[in-house]
Every structure is written in structure tokens, then in C-alpha cells.
């Protein structure tokens, strides 16, 4: 079973850092870009940050000088540092692999099953 599982999250002060690690694993052929979302109770799900398989990297603006999106593709795994946290920070986060290749001819997305990141004031 192909699949997506992620650790990290936690309850930390304003200020404080959190690390998110999201590892794939199963029969994988080769895994495209990764990311992780975000969703804050009542809100929509948002696109923190991306990496591609060639380290291409976006962040929302918000997080941009305070997150940093890594990968080692020998693992699988893709990392979200997350420093400088602010108590809006505070969401569900989910690791995202939109076009993972699973044999010759299928490719699937998958999802985590989500890690709660908590930023007291």
C-alpha cells in the first residue's frame, strides 16, 4: 500500500520551532513535486509550501522567512522546518504528493493523514 505518513506536530509557544517530517512509502516508481497544507479550524486548506523533485520551492507569503521546505529523495521524505511560529500557524497540517508514480503506467496523489501543529501566545 502506497501511502504518505507524517510526524511532528505538536504544542509549542509563540516564537518556538517545530519540525514536520512526511515520509512515502510502498511500491514507488518515483515521486514528483511535495508539499504541505494547512487548515486552520474554519478555514479553507492552504498551500504552505512546495518542492519539486528538482528543488524547485514556493511558500506562501505568510511563511516565507520563517518555514523552510526540504527533501531527500533517496528516503522519500520531505521536511517542513517551521520557525518564528505566531499562533496563526496553528492548523492541521498535510504532508501532499500530487503525482507519484506507482508502476509503468499509474501515477497517483496522495495525502497524509495530517499532524496538528498548536502555537500558544
Known amino acids: 500500500q502506497v501511502q504518505l505518513v507524517e510526524s511532528g506536530g505538536g504544542l509549542v509557544q509563540a516564537g518556538g520551532s517545530l519540525r514536520l517530517s512526511c515520509t512515502a512509502s510502498?511500491?514507488?516508481?518515483?515521486?514528483?513535486?511535495m508539499g504541505w497544507y494547512r487548515q486552520a479550524p474554519g478555514k479553507q486548506r492552504e498551500l504552505v509550501a512546495v518542492?519539486?523533485?528538482?528543488?524547485?520551492?514556493n511558500y506562501v507569503d505568510s511563511v516565507k522567512g520563517r518555514f523552510t521546505i526540504s527533501r531527500d529523495n533517496a528516503k522519500n521524505t520531505v521536511y517542513l522546518q517551521m520557525n518564528s511560529l505566531k499562533p496563526e500557524d496553528t492548523a492541521v497540517y498535510y504532508c501532499?504528493?500530487?503525482?507519484?508514480?506507482?508502476?509503468?503506467?499509474?501515477?497517483?496523489?496522495?495525502w497524509g493523514q495530517g499532524t496538528l501543529v498548536t502555537v500558544s501566545s
Open positions: 510502498g511500491s514507488i516508481f518515483s515521486i514528483g513535486a
Open positions: 501532499n504528493a500530487p503525482d507519484v508514480r506507482v508502476d509503468q503506467y499509474r501515477y497517483r496523489q496522495l
Open positions: 518542492i519539486t523533485s528538482g528543488g524547485t520551492i
